[in-house]
């Protein structure tokens, strides 16, 4: 609930500050909000990551700043206390909020390893250790823009306390953005239609965004995950919605410019892949001012350094500041050196362009497919209208991206990623997803505009047309309620997830070791066990092992790398091959053995090393503690 209230009022105080994007006369509030999002994230970025303004002072300064600029703009009167408390991205929020106080309030249990690793375990590293510096040339991937590192973080400076669970709110609040701009651009194509087309006209494009959220184009309203994929989706979804409504002849250009260049500037602070976007987008939106012919030439030269200028400034700021790397998924220019060409020479290139494709095509082929037919129309309709700005966009985007991730599977994701294919469907999606979410608006638009006027004008006053419009929104509003509900106790408790039992495993581990004194001054090295699995749970430990010692982040314990063996040949990539004399050196190392999972041989192995204690039954239920003489004990598992 804290954290819904913080986005809120930072989204949408920040938001007003920024020049109205008026839409058939009307103010649009999702672009209020979308632009107070992204101009949210880059005053984090540049006062905090650039200028080193210490967090809690500058959160509480945009808190402060955002309250009054709320105020000033709803005193202003345009568009007024009730047009903003009945728009769907106040609605959906107050809805939001309500989930969350009829389950008892929202946490959060990260499931995949990417999370523990990168996106929630890089920020409770910098909130723990009091801001971005202090772990710059520590942080894992930290080539990585730390734009959503730093967005998570925000809610805990102004509590002090790491709670995962404000931070939930930055993904619902940022795809509320784009559902409201959705909104806008529907109810200010049927205003434009019919002159004002009142109550009928915001009953329509209720209908049209809760068609949109109900067909998940963009996910779920509220995703249960805190990975990067889905603000990518979002933010590149709101770039083309904006480049298809600048094509429009009666746009605000100028207000939509900058609009589009403060959520250019949020991709890329999300993460550089952002950067793809940026030749289609420079083409579209050279077309869409060369067409406006009449425009003088100073003029377009401040919209293209409106569009790009943010963006620039960025890029250059984060190529001094960033630290070194030697990661290609940190550093894309790693995968240009000798070292990566010479091992892209080694692979099958048209072996892997073959299958890379067939997996691409396959997952779109299965992925929300009706939603793709229909959104493909979408986008022919904007052709065939002429508004090629998003279709050419979007499609230059496509083949960049895809192009790219396949030359990241020559040179960078390693032998097991490019027989295996790494993370096709995540990546697939954020591509795929926005195409699927600018198709459906240029469908709706397009047949809006082009309707006969007497024919729309007429249905949506026929009583029967309204009383449906009305049924279906009240049926789909009911709907998301519902999946709003379901996240908030997925988030909290994975009822709905299968997530890995090493997590809570690893959980215990770190409540066992802070419960015990003689570890508070000296991380105990702890070596896991999880006999024949991937190294997942190493990435989860690195998590668990984070503890805040007010404000320098503390190492509860240490870890050993390897977690799976054997005696003869290797299972997969994670396993080492070993003896048996070698290993017990190695266990008798351990302050502690925590077993995950083991093997037959490797519990004789840890019943050799175990000095006293009862290691009867399961090992797994066991851990081998070392006592003051230096001995391993074996007891049953706290």
């Not at 920040?14 to 632009?35: E, F, H, M, Q, T």
């Not at 709003?484 to 215990?508: G, H, K, W």
């Not at 004789?604 to 090393?609: S, Y």
């Amino acid at each position: 609930m804290l954290g819904i209230a913080l986005f809120f009022i930072l989204t949408l105080g920040l938001g007003s500050l920024l020049p109205a994007v008026k839409l058939s006369r009307r103010p649009s509030i999702g672009a209020v909000w979308l632009g107070g999002y992204a101009l949210l994230t880059g005053i984090v970025f540049f006062a905090h990551v650039v200028f080193r303004v210490p967090m809690t002072i500058l959160a509480w300064l945009l808190a402060v700043f955002a309250v009054l600029a709320l105020v000033r703009w709803l005193r202003a009167g345009d568009p007024g206390w009730k047009a903003v408390a009945m728009h769907p991205c106040v609605v959906l929020t107050v809805f939001a909020a309500l989930a969350v106080l009829a389950a008892g309030g929202i946490g959060y249990q990260p499931y995949t390893v990417d999370e523990f690793t990168n996106w929630l375990g890089a920020s409770r590293l910098i909130f723990f250790n009091g801001g971005y510096e202090q772990v710059r040339d520590s942080i894992y991937l930290g080539g990585y823009t730390p734009g959503w590192r730093m967005l998570l973080t925000v809610p805990w400076f102004y509590t002090g306390e790491f709670d995962p669970g404000l931070s939930t709110a930055a993904t619902l609040i940022m795809h509320i953005a784009v559902a409201g701009l959705f909104f806008d651009l529907v109810r200010a194509a049927v205003d434009a239609r019919l002159h004002n087309a009142g109550r009928r006209g915001e009953a329509v494009a209720w209908t049209a965004v809760l068609l949109y959220l109900g067909v998940q184009a963009t996910g779920v309203l509220w995703p249960y995950t805190l990975l990067i994929e889905q603000p990518q989706i979002y933010a590149f979804a709101a770039m083309a919605m904006l480049l298809f409504t600048i094509d429009d002849a009666d746009a605000p250009r100028r207000e939509i410019v900058v609009l589009f260049g403060l959520t250019m500037l949020l991709a890329y602070l999300l993460k550089t892949a952002a950067v793809l976007f940026v030749p289609g987008a420079g083409l579209a939106l050279l077309l869409v001012l060369y067409r406006r012919g009449q425009t003088p030439q100073a003029e377009l030269i401040k919209d293209l350094a409106f569009a790009f200028a943010p963006l620039l400034t960025a890029v250059i700021a984060w190529s001094i500041l960033k630290p070194p790397s030697d990661s290609c998924f940190s550093s894309p220019a790693v995968t240009l050196t000798a070292d990566a060409l010479e091992r892209a020479r080694a692979y099958d290139w048209g072996d892997l362009f073959v299958r890379f494709t067939s997996a691409i095509a396959g997952y779109i082929a299965t992925y929300k497919w009706p939603v793709s037919i229909v959104a493909g129309i979408g986008i022919g309709t904007a052709v065939v209208t002429r508004r090629y700005a998003m279709p050419l966009a979007l499609g230059a985007f496509v083949l960049l991206y895809f192009g790219a991730l396949y030359w990241f599977h020559l040179t960078c994701f390693g032998p097991h990623n490019f027989e295996t294919l790494a993370s096709i469907e995540r990546f697939t999606r954020v591509a795929l997803q926005p195409i699927q979410a600018a198709g459906l608006l240029a469908l709706g638009v397009v047949a809006i505009r082009v309707m006969p006027k007497h024919l729309l004008g007429d249905n949506i006053n026929r009583r029967v047309v309204l009383g449906g419009l009305v049924v279906l929104g009240t049926a789909l509003f009911i709907w998301q309620s519902i999946l709003l509900q379901r996240s908030v106790e997925d988030m909290t408790t994975r009822r709905y997830q299968n997530i890995d039992p090493r997590i809570a495993e690893v959980a215990r581990t770190a409540d066992f070791v802070q419960a015990q004194a003689k570890y508070r001054d000296a991380p105990p090295l702890v070596q896991f066990i999880s006999q024949g699995t991937d190294a997942d749970i190493l990435g989860y430990a690195a998590y668990y092992a984070i503890g805040d010692g007010g404000g320098e982040a503390t190492r509860l314990f240490r870890t050993v790398p390897e977690v799976s063996w054997t005696l003869g040949d290797t299972e997969n990539v994670w396993q080492r091959k070993t003896e048996r004399t070698a290993l017990n050196k190695a266990f008798e190392k351990a302050d502690i053995i925590w077993p995950v999972r083991t093997a037959p041989w490797l519990d004789d192995v840890l019943r050799a090393v175990a000095k006293e204690g009862n290691c009867d039954g399961a090992l797994t239920d066991h851990i081998l503690i070392k006592d003051d003489d230096g001995n391993l004990v074996c007891r049953a598992k706290p």
